[in-house]
């Protein structure tokens, strides 16, 4: 089955970066991660979760 392109920001896109609710809606706050809006539901972009993932790769080691 084909990965899908647009996730629920919980439970979905939370268990792909292994954190909570909290930490989701606070990562969203923040602006560190993209959503989108389909009607009334926000929705993470598979992309944006690839992009957050690749930019805590590059950045040093606190």
Do not use: N
């Not at 969203?28 to 993209?34: A, D, F, K, Q, W």
């Amino acid at each position: 089955m084909d990965k899908p392109l647009l996730l629920p920001i919980y439970p979905e896109a939370g268990r792909m970066l292994g954190v909570g609710r909290t930490t989701m809606y606070g990562l969203i706050t923040s602006g560190e991660l993209r959503t989108v809006k389909i009607g009334r539901r926000r929705l993470v972009p598979a992309a944006a979760i690839e992009a957050y993932v690749a930019r805590l790769e590059s950045s040093p080691a606190a």
